[in-house]
């Protein structure tokens, strides 16, 4: 079983719908959550990062932590045709030192007109 | 500030040879982290380097190698292919000026066929 685990969809909704990305993880030492948006052929993009739980909100997402249940969740509000992109949850701990992230396999999303 | 260069954008080898990737990271950034993305697997941490010293590194056999220079960019190296190593290899890097961790900006990456 993976560390972190998360939906690969396709998700496919109508633009202005809101989106619920998850990812439910098995390490209890991770502390830092973060998610970044993949585009077909870039390399990933920082979109929001949290310590611990807790909400936090940047414009249209909203990321939330819930590590009693070992679950993240990012929300997009408003969702326009400029999101469609795959979603990656990642997540990691202090106690190595260092960036060493663990990602989830991402979510493909598609925001229709 | 220009962002994370990484050379070749296209790579195709055949089984059992060796390649090298490089990454050159954000100038004023001193932690550079590799990673290889597949679709079955999705983005998997090969190792970092700060200073010229590997920091991490992951699950990942001896094949697979890399360094980093003075000037912070670093280079991987994959020796004896198999066709199991075609993926997307993306190069992060970090200023690395606090302890914990840090925000990663990602370069647009090296995708690799082996055949």
């Known amino acids: 079983q993976k560390e972190v685990e998360q939906d690969p969809g396709p998700l496919s909704v109508p633009e202005g719908a809101i989106v619920s990305l998850n990812c439910t993880y098995s390490?209890?030492?991770?502390?830092?959550f973060m998610w970044y948006r993949q585009y077909s052929r870039k390399g990933p993009e920082l979109l929001m990062y949290?310590?611990?739980?807790g909400n936090k909100e940047d414009g249209r997402f909203t990321a939330q932590v819930d590590k009693s249940s070992k679950y993240i969740s990012l929300f997009i509000r408003d969702s326009q045709p400029s999101d469609s992109a795959t979603y990656l949850c990642a997540m990691t701990d202090i106690t190595g030192g260092g960036n060493k992230l663990t990602f989830g396999t991402g979510t493909q999303l598609k925001v229709e007109l | 500030k220009a962002g994370v260069t990484q050379t070749p954008r296209y790579l195709i080898k055949t089984r059992g040879q060796q390649v090298t990737l490089s990454c050159s990271p954000i100038s004023g950034h001193r932690s550079v982290s590799w990673y290889q993305q597949t679709p079955g697997q999705g983005l998997q941490f090969l190792f970092e380097?700060?200073?010229?010293?590997?920091?991490n590194k992951g699950n990942f056999p001896g094949r697979f190698s890399g360094r980093q220079f003075s000037n912070s960019r670093s280079e991987m190296n994959v020796s004896t292919l198999e066709l199991g190593d075609s993926a997307l290899y993306l190069c992060?890097?970090?200023?690395?000026?606090?302890?914990?961790?840090?925000?990663?900006?990602f370069g647009p990456g090296t995708r690799l066929l082996v055949l």
């Open positions: 380097y700060f200073s010229e010293t590997q920091r």
């Open positions: 390490n209890s030492a991770f502390q830092y």
């Open positions: 992060a890097s970090s200023p690395s000026r606090a302890g914990g961790p840090e925000t990663q900006y």
């Open positions: 949290t310590y611990s739980s």
